[in-house]
């Protein structure tokens, strides 16, 4: 296994492209990996694309990203009855969680990053799962990461590191690491090619493309305003 290389959870949004100009910061060598669940949108995956081109072009990262990966995963969205992957509306449910929740959606795309990397020869799984923002997805938090990064080396019998910059970040603060890693260029590559709004809507605002008004848009707006004022 190579120690510094890394494979990036890549979906195309906001968080995730965080994440790869971290790695790409970070390590000498970066691969990116995307799962097709049966997203009701499909725009997400098509900006992967856009956007590794832009941290190639504009923050001169092209020696150092490798191979893109995109795994079919739409047995995923075959056992899950929810908003992202089936037409209905976005709502609470009666356990506290959105029905944007895909169960155990997190731990299987780990699971299957880890398989990839064990055959890439890559050391280091890099997610932009977060405890500080969204709706307290389960899968999300520190602690199931840390045990799934514990169950993954046992049961693998390697020793992978699963890293996760943004995990105690709020959206504002994602902002000001992209500024951090690539200055006002990257920062500007962030917000208009990537996408975050769950109706995979392209509308233009200040803050990127959305819809304005789906929970993803919501707290987009809200961390680029407190971003901007900070
Ligand atoms: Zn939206």
Redesign the pocket.
């Known amino acids: 296994m190579r120690d510094d290389s890394a494979l990036v959870l890549f979906s195309g949004g906001q968080d995730s492209a965080t994440c790869l100009a971290w790695a790409l910061d970070r390590f000498g060598h970066v691969e990116t990996l995307g799962f097709d669940y049966g997203q009701r949108h499909v725009i997400e995956l098509q900006t992967r694309q856009a956007m590794r081109d832009a941290l190639c072009r504009d923050a001169g990262w092209a020696a150092k990203l490798g191979e893109d990966h995109v795994l079919d995963l739409r047995a995923l969205g075959g056992i899950s009855d929810t908003s992202l992957t089936r037409d209905v509306a976005i709502e609470m449910e009666t356990g506290g969680l959105p029905n944007t929740f895909v169960p155990g959606r997190n731990l299987i795309f780990l699971t299957f990053a880890a398989a990839l990397s064990y055959r890439r020869g890559i050391k280091n799984i890099v997610t932009g799962v977060c405890e500080t923002d969204y709706s307290g997805y389960p899968d999300c938090r520190d602690d199931t990461i840390k045990a799934l990064q514990v169950a993954i080396n046992l049961g693998m019998e390697r020793r992978f590191v699963l890293h996760t910059p943004l995990m105690w970040r709020d959206k504002a603060a994602t902002w000001e690491l992209a500024e951090q890693l690539g200055g006002p260029t990257l920062v500007e590559a962030i917000r208009t090619v990537t996408h ?6 392209r509308t233009p605002h200040e803050w990127g493309a ?9 707290l ?1 707006a809200a961390g680029w305003r407190k971003y901007r004022c900070n």
């Not at 975050?196 to 809507?201: E, I, M, P, T």
């Not at 959305?210 to 919501?218: K, L, M, Q, W």
């Open positions: 975050s709004c769950y109706l995979g809507d959305g819809c304005g008004t789906c929970p993803a848009c919501e987009r």
